[in-house]
Structures are given as C-alpha cells and as structure tokens.
C-alpha cells in the first residue's frame, strides 16, 4: 500500500481520498463492535463500585445492581476507620512496587541481552538453567527455609521485593525484544572503544522502551497485588502491604461477625459483600491512574513480542 508521501509525491494529495460504500459499512461495524465489547468490559467494573457504596442488607435481599439500591459508605468506613493503617500500607506497597519493579526490569534487562548475544560462551548452558526452574522448582517449604534461614529475612520488606524480583516468562519476553536490536551496534560500539556497561545503558537499554514498559508493568502488578509474601513473612503490622492490610481487616470483620453470631448479637447491618467490593476498589484505584501512561509502550510491546520469534 502506498504512503501518504508517495501519494503526494505523485500528484494526488490525501484529502482526495475517498473510502468506498462496503469499507465505510465494515468502518462502522467494527467499531459498533469494539465499543459494545467496551461497555461489556466495564460492566463488571461498574458494578463493583455501585456494591461498594451499596448497604449489606440492601445487596442480601436485592442483589447487585448498577446503581446503589440503598446509598451506604458502611464500608468504606470501616476500612478507613484508622486511617493511618491504610496510608502506612500504601506507603508500603509503593515502596516495594517502585524498588522491586526498578530492580526486576534492571535484571531481566541484564540477563536477557547477555544470553542474546552470540559472542557469549555460556549463552545455551545459562539458558538451560533458567528454562529449568520453570518445569520444577524447590516448592514453599524449602523457599521458606531459604528466606528464613539463611537470608535472615524474617519480618523484612526484602522478603517482599525479592521473590517477584525475577520471572522466566518476563525473561523469555525480554530476549525477544533483546533479539529485534542489530548485533552490528554492539559491534560499531566496541570499535568506538565503548565497554560493555556503556554500550547497555547508553544504546541497548533506550532501544528496550516498549519491552521495558510491557515487562514492568507486570512486574508492577506482581508486587501491588501480592498479599501471601507479606502473609508467610510480616510480623510486624506497620510493615503490612495494602493487599495483606485489606485482608487482615476482612478477617478481622468476619472473626468480629462471627463472635457476634455465636453471641447471639444481630450483625446484618455489617458489611461482609460491600467490604469485599470496597477493598477492590481502595486496591486497584492506583494501577487504573498508572496504566494509561505506560498503554502506548504496553500495546507496541505486545505487538513485537507476538510478531519477532
């Protein structure tokens, strides 16, 4: 298909172009399509914020809706009721988003160019190892042992960055972007007198944005969304990410519901579905602000890593 600027060049300026009646018909289709499929994508969405501000009572006895049958912020409420705790969690869950995604991206970045490159010895035999661990690995208890043990990572937010900090699956996408770069700039670089670390940071890591973009980005929901870590490894309660937070308050509420039924107390006012709802949505308020951003390097990642072998 011809360009815009071969058209110009050619005399024929693209203002003159014109779609014909079927592509205007299969226009208008596809786009009916993908909008209806959008609205279908945000029902679930809107009817978890409809249930969070819904009352308990009002979604036992009528279900969920997409408009609050009876406004509540009984939930919201109870999450919120120290505030402190929820601020303290997310302080905790950015930090270990931000330093184990920084840290992931660097060594995966790193592991991938140098089994990419040809001129590595032990490029297969490494490779080998890595592909490995992804058919067995050592299981929870010997992984326990280790963090425990001999790293000493008891009750350490270190115990929450390091068990995310690298994936095989994130690594085999990295190689393939690693792979779209010319070995000859590599070659040109060395010529120049440039030494390998300058020749990664300063030409293959800007080459890397749209892998870079895609590889964090599920690094970074990795580590916002992780809650068993901090369960096998906190003790400390300030220390709590904002996942395991939410989930120490729904246990909390349902040991409180619980007593109270054993007690003979009426507790159908507190708020059990709605709690659920609202904590979905305390949680992922923030990756719905960061996503946009990094959508343009996200999708131009997907694109290459399903095109380039």
Known sequence: MASSKDLESSGISSSKIRLSGSSKVFYVICYTVVILVALICLIPFLLLISGSFTSEQWIRFNGF??????????????????????????GVSILITAVGTLLGLLLTALTAYV????????????????????????????????????????????ALILPGMFNVFYLLIMRTFVNTIPFALVESAKLDGAGEWRIFFTIILPLLKSGLATIGLFLALGYWNDWYNAMLYMKTEAKYPLQYMLYAIQQQTQALAAIASQAGIQVQNLP???LK??????????????YPFVQ??????????????
């Open 65 to 90: 809706s997409l408009w609050p049958g009876e406004f509540s912020l009984e939930a919201y409420n109870i999450i919120f009721k120290t505030p402190m705790r929820i601020v303290r969690a997310y």
């Open 115 to 158: 089994i990419s490159r040809k001129d590595f010895k032990y490029r297969n035999a490494l490779s080998f190892f890595f592909y490995f661990t992804t058919l067995f690995n050592g299981g929870m208890v010997s992984t326990y042992i280790f963090y425990i043990r001999y790293l000493r990572l008891q009750d350490s937010l270190w």
């Open 272 to 274: 059990s579905n709605s």
């Open 277 to 290: 709802l609202a904590m979905a949505v305390v949680a992922t308020g923030p990756i719905l602000i960061l």
């Open 296 to 309: 343009r390097y996200f999708i131009a990642g997907i694109a290459v890593g399903s095109v380039k072998g």
